[in-house]
T-cell receptor, first 115, second 111 residues
Framework: DGGITQSPKYLFRKEGQNVTLSCEQN?????MYWYRQDPGQGLRLIYYSQIVNDFQKGDIAEGYSVSREKKESFPLTVTSAQKNPTAFYLCASSMGGAGRQETQYFGPGTRLLVL | DQQVKQNSPSLSVQEGRISILNCDYT??????FLWYKKYPAEGPTFLIS?????DKNEDGRFTVFLNKSAKHLSLHIVPSQPGDSAVYFCAAHQGAQKLVFGQGTRLTINP
C-alpha cells in the first residue's frame, strides 16, 4: 500500500528549540517537497529535492533546513531562526524528471505549535 | 506577487447543482495546471489536471476548462454532492516540478 507518511501529526516546539518533521514515501518517487500552509492561505514551498543528496530552496526557506540522504526520506528541521513556525506542514512527492508535467502527491501533514 | 489567484474565498451550492470554481494566473510560462481538494487537518488530494495544450479535461463529475488567452481556468463539479464540501486549490506547474498554489476556495454543498 504505497503512500506518503508524515510524523508526528502534532508537534510542540519550545522557544529556541529546533524540531524535525519526518516524511517518508514508498512510491519510488525521485522528487520530494515541503510546503507550509497558514490559515486562509495557499501552500508555500519551503524546500524541494529532485534527487538524493540534492535539494533547493523554495520561496520561504529561511529558518528551515532539510536533508535527502535516502530516496524515501526527506526530513525538515524547523530551526530557532524561524520566528513564526506555527503552521500546518505538508510533504509531497512526485516521480521527478526535468521538464515533466507532474502531479505531486501529499502526505497527511504535521501541525506545529509553539509553546 | 500572487501568480495564481482564487478570488472567491468561499462558495455555497445546493446539492445536485453545478459548482464552478475559478482560478486566474499571471505567468504565461505555466504549462500544466492541477486542482486539489483538501479537508481540514489533512493533506490535499489530487483531483484533476490539464496541460496547456488542451482546453478541457473531464473525469467523471469533474471537468477542468482552460482559457489561455484569458489566463483563466475553472473546475466544474456536476452534480455536486455533500462529500464535495472541502477547500479546493488550483496550482500551476512552474518547471523543475515546482507548483504555485492559489489561496483556495471553500466549497459548501447544502442539502
Amino acid at each position: 500500500d504505497g503512500g506518503i507518511t508524515q510524523s508526528p501529526k502534532y508537534l510542540f516546539r519550545k522557544e529556541g528549540q529546533n524540531v524535525t518533521l519526518s516524511c517518508e514515501q514508498n512510491l519510488n518517487h525521485d522528487a520530494m517537497y515541503w510546503y507550509r500552509q497558514d490559515p486562509g492561505q495557499g501552500l508555500r514551498l519551503i524546500y524541494y529535492s529532485q534527487i538524493v543528496n540534492d535539494f533547493q530552496k523554495g520561496d520561504i526557506a529561511e529558518g528551515y533546513s532539510v536533508s535527502r540522504e535516502k530516496k524515501e526520506s526527506f526530513p525538515l528541521t524547523v530551526t530557532s531562526a524561524q520566528k513564526n513556525p506555527t503552521a500546518f506542514y505538508l510533504c509531497a512527492s512526485s516521480m521527478g524528471g526535468a521538464g515533466r508535467q507532474e502531479t505531486q502527491y501529499f502526505g497527511p501533514g504535521t501541525r506545529l505549535l509553539v509553546l | 506577487d500572487q501568480q495564481v489567484k482564487q478570488n472567491s474565498p468561499s462558495l455555497s451550492v445546493q446539492e445536485g447543482r453545478i459548482s464552478i470554481l475559478n482560478c486566474d494566473y499571471t505567468n504565461s510560462m505555466f504549462d500544466y495546471f492541477l486542482w486539489y481538494k483538501k479537508y481540514p487537518a489533512e493533506g490535499p488530494t489530487f483531483l484533476i489536471s490539464i496541460s496547456s495544450i488542451k482546453d478541457k479535461n473531464e473525469d467523471g463529475r469533474f471537468t477542468v476548462f482552460l482559457n489561455k488567452s484569458a489566463k483563466h481556468l475553472s473546475l466544474h463539479i456536476v452534480p455536486s454532492q455533500p462529500g464535495d464540501s472541502a477547500v479546493y486549490f488550483c496550482a500551476a506547474h512552474q518547471g523543475a516540478q515546482k507548483l504555485v498554489f492559489g489561496q483556495g476556495t471553500r466549497l459548501t454543498i447544502n442539502p
